[in-house]
């Protein structure tokens, strides 16, 4: 049985259970030889935190594993152990305390952290360590609409032993903080969904925040998952990565054969450095990291901010606004031509843990439908849905964005994989979300930061 342990930081007694041992939350080379001795104030390193354990009383389940909520990178510090409480498998302990993770092993591991392994090594690890129900899982970005499906879709699946923190309890823009939360939690399995998002207006008024979050979010992860030997690691892109001008449907290999769509350059540039690390790690240090690109997404906990949100959830709140104050007129962007496609988050989730388990090209590959329309349609099936009286007209002095992009996906076919969820049904189900949570939905009573 692993020992309880306390972890003395900033004068404060914050409660550590180490229970991690499977992937060590301290194997035998992190054991410490005397507690810390910070005074109150005095700055605390990371990695010498990461030491700086002793064994006392059991006070929480021995099954479970919590980490200081307000140590990575926000700082050190917490006031006590006030509001603790379960969600399905997962532990959160409130206040300025701890996320919690319920149900880690407690046999120990000795993998060293991951350097360059021989490719023959690589193919038994990857045969050895298979996603199971049993795997310890990190789902980056799990509050927002990706991450928050792909957490739904694994509990429903039996996968108990989820690692999650929000963006208050791990900045991961912040290397030595994602370090040291890699060090402590030691996942095997990584979902790579974290990024700052959003449609035609945020992407053109906040280039550099795109730029500088994502490229920064994609490096700490990818690196830390690679220092500290995470098994697979499924990285998410976006079909943005794309030439503004390609022939259609867009096969993976058209990337980077022709300029950018100007009004989501930074997001774009981004993704495909994300892209080209996973495949870099993969090169050099034979790491199993994959990349997925998705199409446009929609579905519940979608962003519904009229000036950041992406076309499908902003058509939805407008028609809705206009139905609340009786307006018959509603007015959409651009001349309604340009062709989209549209993949429900839900299939998105299912597409994500299937090529996790199946997947491990370092090509990346296209996830959706196959099926694109115009947004004049797709105004029009939201209108049918929401407010059927509404009466549609277009700004032409906004712009359009790129004419069509519509994904190649029969790699992704060939594998055994097609999406479920029809366009229709996909925005009945998420507007009925939306009426359900009308008063606490992002971007419905204030403008909301959309880092996840």
């Not at 307000?70 to 700082?75: D, E, K, T």
């Amino acid at each position: 049985m692993a020992p309880e342990t306390v972890c003395w930081l900033g004068g404060q007694v914050q409660m550590v259970q180490n229970a991690l041992d499977h992937r060590g939350l301290f194997d035998e080379r992190d054991q410490p030889k005397a507690p810390a001795t910070a005074g109150t104030g005095q700055h605390v390193d990371p990695e010498r935190a990461a030491h700086e354990v002793r064994p006392a009383p059991g006070l929480l389940p021995r099954r479970s594993a919590l980490a200081p909520a307000g140590l990575f990178g926000r700082g050190l510090g917490g006031s006590g152990l006030a509001g603790i409480g379960v969600l399905s498998h997962r532990w959160y302990v409130g206040g300025a305390g701890f996320v919690a993770v319920a149900g880690v092993p407690e046999t120990h591991d000795e993998r060293p952290p991951r350097r360059s392994w021989p490719q023959d090594t690589m193919i038994q690890r990857r045969q050895m360590f298979r996603l199971t129900k049993e795997s310890r899982i990190y789902v980056a970005g799990h509050t927002g609409l990706v991450g928050s499906a792909i957490v739904r879709h694994l509990e429903q699946g039996g996968f108990s032993h989820l690692l999650l923190a929000t963006m208050g309890q791990l900045d991961l823009r912040d290397q030595a903080a994602v370090n040291y939360w890699f060090r402590a939690m030691r996942p095997e399995f990584v979902f790579l969904v974290a990024g700052t998002v959003g449609g035609i207006w945020a992407n053109s008024t906040r280039p550099a925040e795109f730029i500088y979050d994502n490229m920064m979010i994609h490096a700490t992860v990818v690196h830390a998952a690679h220092l500290f030997g995470a098994t697979k690691l499924l990285y998410l892109g976006s079909s943005c990565i794309y030439p503004r001008e390609c022939a259609q449907p867009i096969k993976e290999e058209y990337l980077l054969t022709g300029p950018l769509e100007p009004t989501n350059e930074s997001y774009a540039l981004a993704k495909i450095a994300g892209v080209k690390l996973c495949q870099s790690y993969h090169r050099q240090y034979n790491c199993n990291f994959i990349s997925g690109m998705p199409t446009n997404l929609y579905g519940p906990r979608d962003n519904f901010d009229l000036t950041s949100s992406h076309v499908l959830p902003a058509l939805i709140r407008k028609f809705h606004d206009a139905k609340l104050s009786g307006r018959r007129g509603v007015v959409i962007w651009g001349t309604g031509s340009p062709m989209r496609e549209f993949l429900h988050v839900d299939d998105l989730a299912n597409a994500c843990v299937f090529l996790m388990e199946h997947y491990e090209d370092p090509q990346h590959i296209n996830i959706g439908t196959g099926i694109d329309l115009s947004i004049r349609q797709l105004a029009e099936k939201v209108r049918d849905v929401v407010y059927p009286e509404a009466e549609l007209a277009f700004d032409t002095s906004k712009p359009d964005g790129t004419p069509r992009r519509l994904l190649n996906v029969s790699r992704l076919h060939k594998l055994g994989w097609r999406h479920k969820i029809d366009l229709v049904r996909g925005v009945e189900d998420t507007y009925q979300w939306f009426l359900d949570h009308v008063h606490s939905a992002r971007g419905v009573e204030q403008p909301a930061p959309t880092t996840t």
